[in-house]
């Protein structure tokens, strides 16, 4: 017996009490069997109530991904046609990362209902609670030589975040290099790992985390200053295959089209989307801190900051922050 | 009793006979212990001649690198100074990215004395005998964002030239990137490999390997046309601890200068010692090819050709040869 046949006669009975004995007799199943697919679904989020003269009402049903739904809407070519779901990892990336190694195609995606072990830039932690957002990483094998994979990163974070727009109707903002905000707040993340063979990219693994139907409760209360979800700020739960769908098709639209056209036109919608530009800004690089005004993107992905003696700083990476008065 | 204490003796007694005997009282063992003390070096290489009547003399000895030696003839202060040596290894590449993962510090070099999967750019098979040649891979944590890693390579190629020439007083030329010549053919290649996590640098693998003392009976016959050795082309067998010691300090303050200084000056090293430049070349690239003239270094390490219809083209990554006619 499969979880599929057990969930659809509960559906079918809307709310209603099932008996153990209904369910034995139209499944073809040992109550004992019954008993026991049931304690499967508890321990995946469904709740049951039980009842020893009614039977078993099913009271709440957990948001799942499924791969076969996911097939069925993602009307990409190649990106996210081949899906791992898994339901807890350590993090997506290291999953991708091994199959890329093991020669897995362009658009292999990698999703996870939880992450253990998420990481943000930079080595951050990454709330990733089970069901509520989506944790993916992607294998990418572009064609393009290393020092252009920070493009890569503005090529993502664009496609995310006109998918993101056009799919909650929020008004969603670029802050870069690659976080998405709204009103100020981080909803969603994008890390880019690259492994290369002198000048040549063997694979880019693309992880993305966008916090769709967190609640407050699930961060802890010094985070939300700093972070929010989908959620959170339209009072809408989301349907996650219907966000991950629509991305996939429009990240791959993108995609080709910097690949076949280079750049440029993907640096003017990130300028258009984007929250750091013509305001006074803080930027912490490694080599020492630069204060100014980003005024556009440099070819290489890097940010143009004009300084206050009217010179320009290229910023290639940094921790963007506002002027502390 | 430990390799070191009988092969002291042995070259006390100078391709003399020492009798079983002899060793024992010498070296306070049992006669059982010498012979199969004896039996363990011959598996490392060396070769005995032995007489029931006479005992053993000690009649080749392999050229065998020791991290001891190399610790007190590399004057280094961080590359080489923490070093793995291995007898036989699938690829150094491998072993050195494993100890980046573990957080290596910069400068961690693993040598074999032989690969049995060593591997050259766009992997292609390399021949890494046993004791004759020098492969090693080194863990670097360059502080420069991505799009620079290409210029690493040339670094890289650069400070092995200056080596070799001044070590082994021979004329070596850079086809570019990072082949190093003697009369047209190679003797050295060099691999950079790039982990990279949106524009920082987690680390590279650099992995070298020179083809100091093959014989030409250590190549395949139809190599012999594209690949040399230092020895064939000079007669001399060289001491690979003095090469890769030189090679480190080298390497080390080149390294330094980059880091504090940028690429010109790496550059115009690079351009002085090239072969490559202002003769006419083919250059397949994955894109096309392109014809024309070398005529220098970009600054992101891609090469400039000057094409017949005067305009100019910058080539990030090919493989370059001459034109057939």
């Not at 009842?51 to 078993?56: H, P």
């Not at 990733?128 to 944790?135: A, E, F, L, N």
């Not at 992607?138 to 496609?159: D, E, K, N, S, Y």
């Not at 670029?174 to 990219?201: C, F, H, M, T, V």
Request: charged residues 25%; proline residues 4%; glycine residues 8%.
């Amino acid at each position: 017996m499969d979880n599929h046949k057990l969930l659809e006669l509960f559906e079918e009975r809307d709310g209603q009490f099932v008996s153990g004995e209904a369910i034995s007799q139209e499944l073809h199943v040992s109550r004992t069997a019954v008993w026991k697919q049931i304690r499967k679904l508890e321990l995946l989020g469904y709740q049951f109530e039980a009842s020893r003269k009614l039977g078993y009402k099913l009271v709440y049903k957990p948001d799942r991904l499924s791969e076969e739904e996911l097939a069925e809407r993602n009307k990409a070519r190649s990106f996210g046609r081949s899906v791992t779901l898994l339901d807890e990892v350590d993090s997506t990336q290291e999953i991708a990362r091994a199959l890329a190694e093991e020669d897995a195609p362009e658009g292999t995606l990698v999703i996870a209902e939880q992450q253990v072990k998420g990481r943000g830039r930079m080595g951050r932690e990454w709330v990733s609670p089970s069901g509520k957002g989506i944790w993916m990483s992607m294998v990418l094998r572009p064609q393009v030589p290393i020092h252009f994979a920070p493009q890569l990163t503005l090529v993502t974070a664009v496609a995310l975040c006109r998918s993101l727009t056009r799919v909650t109707g929020l008004q969603i903002g670029i802050k870069w290099p690659n976080d998405l905000q709204i009103n100020g707040k981080k909803i969603s993340g994008i890390l880019l790992e690259s492994a290369a063979e002198d000048e040549r990219l063997r694979y880019v693994i693309a992880g993305i985390g966008i916090s769709a139907n967190l609640e407050t409760g699930d961060y802890p209360e010094e985070m939300l200053a700093k972070a929010t979800s989908l959620r959170i700020q339209s009072g809408t739960v989301y349907d996650r295959t219907a966000i991950i769908a629509d991305f996939m098709e429009e990240w791959e639209q993108l995609y080709w089209l910097y690949q076949r056209e280079g750049f440029e036109k993907i640096a003017a919608l990130w300028e258009a989307l984007s929250v750091s530009l013509h305001r006074p800004a803080v930027l912490i690089t490694p080599q020492g801190v630069v204060e100014g005004v980003p005024v556009g993107l440099h070819s290489s992905g890097a940010i143009i900051v004009e300084q206050s003696d009217g010179t320009r700083a290229v910023v290639f990476s940094a921790d963007m922050g506002e002027p502390s008065a």
